[in-house]
């Protein structure tokens, strides 16, 4: 199985690193585009300082992340070879996390200026399913028409609001609530999380 993953300059890095982690952890294979307002945030955000260059990102990846079983290609911004770029190659589930306001802009009106937007396009006209994760609040009318243009489409706005119902003790639980979602979104078993109606149950 083959996921697509772009990660954009909105805040949540975290999230598309935990993401990372389980697609792989899954033996999932994952063709990765990073924007450069995501490499600032990663370095903002995380203690992952994700270099420059592609080529270190690379190899900075397979260091992170070369002990699970899937495997990570990372594709530049303007790479139009990549697999991500064409609906021949390309995987037929796509997720952007997070998704700035400015890539679902890009995304909702067909702009494909780059890799991210182009990839998305792929998957929206291969009727496959495209996943984003905005992080913005509050919304103003231009996101939420872009929201509704984008479901329209058949994509699935999935915002990254961690719910509290399963009482979570660290950052790290509200961060893999969200990730949860994405795996079932993406028809993928997930234990990051119970149910809802599990999570509490008393044993026998």
């Known amino acids: 199985m083959k996921i697509s993953l772009a990660i954009t300059g909105a ?4 999230y598309a690193w935990r993401l990372i982690e389980q697609l792989l952890l899954q033996g999932i294979e994952v063709d990765c ?3 450069q307002a995501a490499l600032m945030v990663f370095n903002v955000e995380t203690e992952h300082a994700l270099p420059g260059k592609l080529s270190a990102q690379q190899a900075f990846m397979q260091q ?11 594709y530049a911004l303007q790479d139009w070879t990549s697999p991500m770029a064409s609906g021949s190659s390309a995987a037929k589930q796509m997720v952007i996390c997070p998704c700035s306001t400015g890539a679902l802009s890009a995304v909702a009106t067909g702009a494909s200026n780059n890799l991210i ?11 496959g399913r495209l996943i ?5 609040t509050p919304f103003n009318q231009i996101h939420l028409q872009n929201m509704l243009s984008l479901t329209q489409m058949g994509a699935i706005i999935l915002p990254a ?25 993406l028809g993928l078993d997930q234990e ?3 149910p809802w109606g599990y999570q509490n149950k008393a044993k026998d």
């Open 33 to 35: 585009c990073i924007s």
């Open 11 to 14: 805040s949540g890095a975290q």
């Open 64 to 74: 992170s992340f070369g002990h699970l079983p899937g495997k990570i290609r990372l």
């Open 161 to 185: 609001a961690p719910g509290f119902y399963h009482q979570p003790q660290s950052m790290q639980d509200l961060v893999d609530f969200v990730v949860a979602r994405i795996l079932s979104q």
């Open 132 to 136: 984003l994760v905005p992080r913005e």
């Open 192 to 194: 990051l999380m119970s």
């Open 117 to 127: 937007e182009r990839a998305a396009d792929v998957v929206l006209k291969e009727r």
